[in-house]
């Protein structure tokens, strides 16, 4: 079964750039027809799609966070990684990464960022 | 941007029916929107209980349909159990972006 890990430093400070990796087992970035999302939760908030890449490497994000937002994926390594640039405290969130596609969706566990000097 | 809209919040009683809907600002939901519904618990990350309108994961209790309904998503539960308490939203793919619901809050009493 597909599993999703994220990891990534818990504080970042104001107008750094955080990121994030999604360690992928179970399942391969190279076959199959996947979407990899990042998507985020303030607390007490409702979900927020970031974006997403598809296994062919192609990108889609979310207006909201378009000029400051980066998903890559390193197949070698199996996982892909969230870059969010001048962040502001309303960038604390709960952050996950999703697979969806053929075969549903999956999602990892979340990390918890927080945005603070 | 589409705005996807839910009812904020249902009750059921134990062992009864409860319908909960996902409707887009664009217009009708189709099956071209790849409606996913998610369920969260307090504390936990959302898990994936329908996909692509109607399909279901081995962890989707049997209770739980998906559907498209009078130009909505909805996602049905028949027998409301104790667990089924949680916030459950939707998700519709619009080609770019994605866009969620805002939730809704069920409770079962």
């Known amino acids: 079964q597909v599993q999703l890990q994220e990891s990534g430093p818990g504080l970042v400070k104001p107008s750094q750039t955080l990121s994030l990796a999604c360690s992928v087992s179970g399942g391969s970035f190279s076959s199959g027809n996947y979407y990899w999302s990042w998507i985020r939760q303030p607390a007490g908030k409702g979900l927020e799609w970031i974006g997403r890449i598809y296994t062919s490497g192609s990108t889609n994000y979310n207006p909201s966070f378009k000029s400051r937002v980066t998903i890559s994926v390193d197949t070698s390594k199996n996982h892909f990684s969230l870059k969010l640039s001048s962040v502001t405290a309303a960038d604390t969130a709960v952050y996950y990464c999703?697979?969806?596609?053929?075969?549903?969706?999956?999602w990892g566990q979340g990390t918890l960022v927080t945005v603070s000097s | 941007q589409a705005v996807v809209t839910q009812e904020p919040s249902l009750t059921v009683s134990p062992g009864g029916t409860v319908t909960l809907t996902c409707g887009s600002s664009?217009?009708?939901?189709?099956?071209?929107?790849?409606p996913y519904w998610f369920q969260q618990k307090p504390g936990q990350a959302p898990r994936t209980l329908i996909y692509d309108t109607t399909n279901k994961h081995p962890w989707t209790p049997a209770r739980f349909s998906g559907s498209l309904l009078g130009g909505k998503a909805a996602l049905t539960l028949s027998g409301a159990q104790p667990e089924d308490e949680a916030e459950y939203y939707c998700?519709?793919?619009?080609?770019?972006?994605?866009?969620f619901g805002g939730g809704t809050k069920l409770t079962v009493l």
């Open positions: 998700f519709l793919s619009y080609g770019d972006p994605w866009v």
């Open positions: 664009t217009g009708a939901v189709t099956s071209g929107h790849y």
């Open positions: 999703v697979r969806t596609g053929a075969g549903g969706g999956y």
